[in-house]
């Protein structure tokens, strides 16, 4: 039953993986797995000699590991405990293929010489390369562990690469690193992620499309969890940032699997914080965790790298982002954790209605202002969270002899008030400074400005008085009587007639009542004409004033 908890190397017993280049057969053998290099020859006489010799790395001379006839067996200096002819009776099969268990040291150059009476000797070279796998942690691997598959060729000249391929035939992220060989993990391993993963070996010489397999089974004890307790903590960065402008979540900088950025936010003293999982990225399996709260959090680009293990985040905070961020860093199964503070500065709201322009504020540290205006003063206030990391804050002018009316209307807020309205006096650079506890200091000034010259359009008032009015109406008036006169004398024989009494209300006038008009519009020095229509042509025939 222990078996269950082991991790299994799957590979037949005697395979191996060979081709021709070069006119040498070259080997990939597994280390520690039975290996059987080929040497037949069916054309073979009675009285055959065979002599198996070896040319490993770095030596010039051809050692002995075995001599064979019909009458004797010899072996020699460089011959291994398990090495054996594979076939007994090489003498009649022609079969003279040499079965052993290699080790890395092993990789080299393996001459089979066949010699015969009255007949040339034959001599098949094979170049074994020796492939090592190594599966990390040891088992049983646990719930939640860092799998390492990790594998090298030796001589590193005979293979171009190698390719890991997990359950399922998904190709597996890789990474070569020297001295260390080609490199897969499964961060967090689950009970899902058992199964045979497999090693492919391609060498040079041969055709892209042929690679050579070697299965590795992989089992996950679930009934057992990992536990990261090796945590190394860097020193806490206390630091401040402006409210929606980029600020940089530094990272530990190992080279790791996966990040994990957690945040503490603010809260007064004394107090209890949750803290909550903002990102989660996994660079081996390609995963992204992100959720509601962490929409301003994402991977700082260069001169970090995360596709290579080299974390950090680009932070947009608004005011309430302030708190504890810790950035944690996971290394197998050893964990670097970097913890920073924030306060964050909230942004400047400037009133048009005391500054009819405002210049450019200059920034030489995030540390921004808020301004309120009101009838009788201008309010310049400083907003910060996280203000127990704050160990002073304070309002200058740029005149520093000039003092100014500063006020505290709680913690996180500083309030520099103003008169109104602003005068050379007044007008120039503000800057709000605050010290924070690690002695850290971060400003912000901002430039309140005169305002400018407002053009004021003056309406000369009427010079006509109520009499003027009817001045400018007698003229008309004549007129209109003129052209009755003369209407009366052509038109005499028509019984045309005139009536100059009217009644205040009569009903006739189809466009409006005079009296009601002047009872809804009593304006001064405002005259009325009524006219009323007689006869058939509809002539006016009556004035009123």
Same mark, same amino acid.
């Given at each position: 039953?222990?078996a ?5 190397? =799957? ?12 006119? &040498?057969d ?7 797995i039975?290996?059987?290099?080929i ?30 006839s ?15 002819? $594979?076939? /007994? ?10 079965f ?8 080299? @150059? ?6 015969? /009476?009255?007949? $040339?000797?034959k #001599? ?22 860092t ?26 992220? !890789? ?10 993990k *499964? ?6 992620? !058992? ?17 050579? /397999? ?24 206390t630091?401040?940032? &402006? ?15 996966y ?6 936010p ?18 081996? &399996?390609?995963?992204? %965790? ?14 970090y ?13 608004? @005011? ?15 964990v670097?954790?970097?913890?920073? *503070? ?30 309120? /205006? ?31 009316? *500063? ?10 008030? @103003?008169? +109104?309205?602003?005068?050379?006096? +007044? ?20 430039s309140?400005a ?6 004021v ?9 109520? =009499?003027?009015?009817? @001045? ?23 019984g045309?007639e005139?009536?100059l ?13 005079? #009296? ?6 009593? %304006?001064?020095? !405002? ?19």
């Open positions: 039953m222990e269950v908890f082991f991790t299994f190397i =799957l590979i037949f017993s005697f395979a191996v993986y060979s081709f021709q280049a070069d006119n &040498r070259v080997v990939v053998a597994r280390e520690g039975p290996t059987t290099l040497c037949t020859d069916t054309t073979v006489r009675n009285g055959v000699t065979i002599n198996w010799k070896v040319k490993t790395i770095g030596v010039d001379e051809w050692k002995l590991l075995l001599s064979a019909k009458t004797k067996e010899f072996f020699g200096s460089a011959s291994k405990a398990s090495m054996r002819l $594979i076939d /007994p009776n090489f003498q009649n099969t022609g079969n003279f293929s040499l052993f268990i290699p080790k890395v040291e092993d990789c080299g @150059l393996y001459s089979c010489m066949i010699e015969q /009476p009255e007949r $040339i000797p #001599e098949t070279v094979i170049h074994l390369a020796i492939l090592t796998v190594t599966v990390v942690p040891a088992a049983p691997i646990r719930l939640l562990s799998l390492r598959l990790i594998a090298s060729v030796k001589p590193e000249s005979v293979s171009t690469n190698i390719i890991w391929v997990g359950p399922g035939g998904i190709s597996m992220k !890789s990474e070569t690193k020297p001295n260390t060989g080609t490199v897969a *499964v961060p967090q391993i689950q009970k899902n992620d !058992s199964g045979a993963y497999v090693c492919m070996v391609r060498l040079w010489s041969t055709s892209p499309n042929i690679l050579f /397999p070697f299965n590795v089974e992989v089992m996950v004890d679930v009934k057992s969890e990992a536990s990261f307790t090796n945590i190394t903590h860097g020193t806490v960065i630091t401040a940032t &402006r409210a929606q402008m980029p600020f940089t979540i530094i990272c530990p900088g190992v080279q790791g699997d990040v994990r950025l957690y945040w503490q603010h809260s007064p003293r004394n107090m209890k914080r949750n803290v909550l999982q903002l990102y989660h990225y996994d660079r081996w &399996r390609g995963i992204t %965790f992100v959720n509601n709260q962490s929409k301003r959090v994402h991977l700082a680009g260069p001169p790298n995360a596709d290579a293990g080299s974390f950090s985040f680009l932070f947009t905070p608004e @005011l309430n982002n302030g708190g504890q961020y810790s950035c944690d860093v996971f290394l197998n199964d050893n670097y954790r970097q913890r920073t *503070v924030l306060s964050v500065f909230k942004g400047v709201e400037w009133g048009a209605e005391h500054l009819a322009t405002r210049p450019p504020a200059v920034e030489p540290a995030p540390c921004p202002v808020k301004s309120k /205006p009101s009838p009788s003063m201008l309010e310049l206030s400083c907003l910060y969270s996280e203000w127990s990391q704050i160990q002073s804050a304070k309002w200058t002018y740029q005149d520093k002899s000039r003092k100014l009316h *500063v006020v505290s209307s709680g913690p996180g807020r500083i309030t520099a008030v @103003l008169p +109104t309205p602003i005068t050379a006096d +007044t007008a120039g650079n503000y800057t709000c400074t605050l010290q924070l506890n690690n002695g850290q200091t971060v400003w912000a000034t901002e309140v005169l305002p400018s010259k407002e053009s359009t003056v309406t000369t008032p009427s010079l006509l008085p109520p =009499l003027s009015a009817l @001045l400018l109406l007698v003229p008309l008036v004549a007129a209109a009587a003129g052209v009755l006169l003369w209407r009366r004398e052509h038109i005499s024989d028509r045309i005139e009536s009494s009217v009644q205040a209300h009569e009903a006739e006038n189809i466009y409006e009542n005079p #009296e009601d008009i002047r009872q809804q519009a009593p %304006f001064e020095g !405002s005259f009325y004409m009524d006219l009323k229509p007689r006869g058939d042509d509809g002539i006016y025939k009556e004035l009123e004033q």
